[in-house]
């Protein structure tokens, strides 16, 4: 049983640039969630996509966007990036937007220079 | 803005002792609170749940509580093992229209052999 995939596990990019971050949620998954992670900080919520809708967004700009696939899997993406992105971005899955307990993948590290 | 406190510094403990951690927050109580075990390069993974009406929960060697007057919660490892040498997180969520999590900053626990 595949637990939650993202991809690429490591992206370097300069600022200004545009990025775009997958995921694949756990298998009998439907929901997916992203999560920011800055070095020495618990993960921060993004955003949550259930039935290809954006449920629920947390305090970002509208530079993060997302999208999500009628195989539930996931991509989001940042555009015009800024040193201050430079992260571990999280995807997290469960099934339904109220499952309490989350899968989380193991990331893709971002830097940007 | 909720708030959520964990011990900042690092905890240091023997192999064999109990090793207690922190969490406390701000405000308004929340629906539940969750532990996450979370290693190097790698995502969370969930420990326990506990809910605002429980006092206790326990899973093998854990144990979270959940004090809501005082606006803690304490999650002990007994018999720790260096194996146990993590980051915890603590995480709340409030309820309603998703399963969004608020994470604490973790607490880096390692346990010398």
């Known amino acids: 049983d595949a637990g939650v995939t993202q991809s690429p596990t490591h992206l370097i990019k300069t600022r200004g640039q545009q990025v775009t971050l997958r995921c694949s949620p756990k298998?009998?998954?439907?929901?997916v969630s992203w999560y920011q992670q800055a070095l020495g900080q618990g993960p921060q919520f993004i955003f949550q996509?259930?039935?290809?809708?954006?449920?629920q967004r947390g305090n970002f700009p509208d530079r993060f966007s997302g999208h999500q696939f009628p195989n539930y899997s996931s991509e989001l993406n940042v555009n015009a990036l800024l040193l201050g992105d430079s992260a571990l971005y999280l995807c997290?899955?469960?099934?339904?937007?109220?499952?309490?307990?989350?899968?989380f993948g193991s990331g893709t590290q971002l830097s940007v220079l | 803005s909720q708030k959520i406190e964990q011990n900042s510094e690092a905890l240091n403990i023997q192999e064999g002792k109990t090793a207690t951690l922190t969490c406390n927050y701000t405000n308004y109580s929340p629906a539940y609170l969750q532990w996450y075990r979370q290693d190097p390069g790698r995502g969370p993974v969930f420990l326990l749940l506990?809910?605002?009406?429980?006092k206790e929960k326990r899973k093998e060697r854990l144990k979270v509580t959940f004090d809501t007057t005082l606006k803690q919660s304490l999650f002990h490892i007994t018999a720790s093992q260096p194996a146990d040498s993590a980051t915890y997180l603590c995480a709340l969520d409030y309820g309603g229209a998703t399963n969004k999590l608020i994470f604490g900053t973790g607490t880096l626990l390692a346990v010398q052999p």
């Open positions: 997290a899955s469960s099934v339904g937007p109220h499952e309490e307990k989350l899968f």
């Open positions: 298998s009998g998954h439907d929901t």
């Open positions: 506990i809910r605002e009406n429980e």
């Open positions: 996509y259930y039935e290809e809708e954006e449920r």
